[in-house]
Each structure stands twice: as structure tokens, then as C-alpha cells.
């Protein structure tokens, strides 16, 4: 079990681009995320760490759209990261236009063998982590690497996830929460006793260092 431990931050973009930016320095492993506060810390890491040459990039879960759609997180990180960079990073993105299923399938054989070094993840009003969304059949998966299913929430678009035991082979985990309406998540998850009811409780049944990057917005009564 991993406890996680809880960061109040007067600014948790810039904090998440200063993890971030160390990781593609040290030539790491990077699982990424979709959000606007994400998308922030993106811009950010760009300008503290513009050589992201030596990184490998993943993504932890994606809508099953092109990767020119509004809605894409690749389409995210392009714009708000991959752009501003000197040098790009090897990526690997979630091909969300062949659909769930063969979309899973062409994604989990491009997944490295070693443990991902940081795997950014951030946490859903209902507690959801990428796309695992309270007793899912994503959320249930323990035998593959990826899985592909109907969304939980708005949009209602198929997505594309990393299943929990994938997320957990991560060295480190670092989960990102703003705003007052995700208190309630982040005490259930990081409060509580691990549950499928909060898909982010789960992530201290694994064994990577969990860190909770909150607003005092989202830190709440903690």
C-alpha cells in the first residue's frame, strides 16, 4: 500500500510543470493527462525544460476521436506543450480513432516493458482517474493493459484507458485537483479506504510513490 501524501499549492500548474520538466531533463518515462489545469502546466514545462528529447511520453487515457479533434487529449499536449518545445520527445499517443476495441489493442502493443517513471493522472468529480470511471468494466480490468469502453460522464464518447494495474507498475503517480468541487473526491480518495466507488482511493493499493497536487480550493476541510 502507498500512502498518498497531499501537496497544497498556491499555484499547482506550475507545480506539476517543475515535475514535470525534472522528468524530461532525467530522460523519463511520462505518462500524460487531459485538463486545463494539465494543459497549464504544460505551457509551463516548456519553458522550464524546452530539450524534452530524451523523454518518452505516453497517455494515460484518450477519447476516441482523431487526434485533430477539440476533444483530444494528444491534441492538448500538442498545442500547449509539444509546440513550444526545441526538441520533442518520443511519443507514443492513444490511436482514439480506430474506436475502443482496436484502439486498445494497437495502443497496449506499443506500452513499454519497464515501469513508466511518472504517470500524471487528474481526478474526476466522481473520483475517476483517466478513464476508470465508479465499478466500470474499465475499472474491473485486471488482466489487460488497456481497455476501451463508454464514457462516464460528458462527453459521452468512447474512450480509450489504461486499465489500474498499468497505472499502478508507475514508479511515481502524481495526481492533479483543483477547485472546490473536487474536495469531495480527493477526501474520498485520499482520505478513505481504497474502494471501486472512488476509482482514485485505488491507486494506494499499488506501491508507487502517490503524490496529490491540490489547490486549497480542492484541499477542502483535509
Not at 524530461?24 to 524546452?50: D, H, K, N, W
Not at 474491473?140 to 494495474?165: F, K, M, N
Amino acid at each position: 500500500m502507498s500512502a498518498p501524501r497531499i501537496h497544497v499549492s498556491d499555484d499547482p500548474a506550475a507545480t506539476v510543470a517543475e515535475i514535470l520538466a525534472d522528468a524530461a531533463r532525467a530522460g523519463g518515462s511520462i505518462v500524460l493527462t487531459g485538463g486545463r489545469t494539465a494543459g497549464a502546466a504544460y505551457a509551463r514545462a516548456a519553458v522550464l525544460e524546452p530539450d524534452w528529447s530524451h523523454a518518452r511520453v505516453w497517455w494515460g487515457d484518450e477519447r476516441c476521436v482523431p487526434p485533430d479533434d477539440e476533444r483530444s487529449n494528444y491534441l492538448l499536449a500538442e498545442r500547449t506543450l509539444f509546440s513550444a518545445l526545441t526538441a520533442r520527445p518520443a511519443t507514443q499517443r492513444i490511436p482514439g480513432e480506430l474506436g475502443p476495441v482496436a484502439g486498445a489493442a494497437a495502443y497496449a502493443a506499443l506500452l513499454p516493458d519497464d515501469p513508466y517513471d511518472l504517470v500524471l493522472l487528474g481526478l474526476g468529480t466522481d473520483s475517476h482517474i483517466a478513464s476508470l470511471f465508479p465499478v466500470s468494466p474499465q475499472l474491473a480490468e485486471r488482466d489487460r493493459r488497456v481497455a476501451g469502453g463508454p464514457a462516464g460522464l460528458e462527453p459521452y464518447v468512447d474512450r480509450i484507458t489504461l486499465t489500474l494495474p498499468e497505472l499502478l507498475r508507475a514508479r511515481r503517480i502524481v495526481v492533479l485537483a483543483t477547485g472546490a468541487e473536487k474536495a469531495p473526491a480527493v477526501a474520498r480518495s485520499f482520505r478513505q479506504a481504497p474502494s471501486e466507488r472512488y476509482p482514485g482511493s485505488l491507486l494506494q493499493s499499488g506501491e508507487a510513490d502517490l503524490d496529490v497536487i491540490v489547490d486549497r480550493a480542492a484541499h477542502g476541510d483535509l
